[in-house]
């Protein structure tokens, strides 16, 4: 079975430019999940999917980001305008309805805004 | 507001010895307790979890003990080997709501030979 996947896994943009952020979820699990770690803090939560709705997104820092989840299987993270405070490593996770607690964690993506 | 804190932030153990990191939540809320496992270039993985209706969980060399009146919560890494030298963090969240997982800071284990 395949795990979580995240693309790209590193990434490199300007102050002022746009990023898009894909998470593949494990296949079958409804859970999706957006965290960040931003350098030597707590992995902070972003939001929740349940399918292709929004559950849960009050750890969106601000309007500039945006999140989908078209048709229920991949989701996207879109920063746009990237701002410096927005570097950091960006987690996708996923989970079943049988074992929800139990989350399964992408590699991460690495945002470098300069 | 830091929900859970996490302590030490970095931690060396030679082989064959005992690692024990410390945690401490504040939510009362929270009643789901995992621990996670990061090696480098990798996401965080689940080690090992307990629930507050239990003191202690144990998964091969590694042990959970849980204080609920105390509001803490450490895990034990016995024998440590240097495969285990990775990032840990404690986290919790709250089965009656939404999922979300409350992580602490993380502590770098480091286990030298």
Redesign the interface.
Known sequence: EAG?TQFPSHSVIEKGQTVTLRCDPISGHD?L?W?RRVM??????LL?FVKESK??E??MPNNRFLAERTGGTYSTLKVQPAELEDSGVY?C?S?SWTS?????????TRLTVT | Q?Q?KQSPQSLIVQKGGISIINCAYENTAFD?F?W?QQFP??????LI?IRPDVSEKKEGRFTISFNKSAKQFSLHIMDSQPGDSATY?CAA?S?GG?????????TKLQVIP
Do not use: R
């Open positions: 979580v859970n999940y965290y030597g803090k707590e992995i902070k939560f929740h559950q849960d009050s750890g987690f996770a989970s929800e607690y139990e989350q399964y964690f992408g590699p991460g | 830091q859970v789901y995992p996670y270039g990798k996401g965080p993985a689940l979890a963090f969240s089965t939404y999922q979300k997982v409350t992580f602490g800071t993380g």
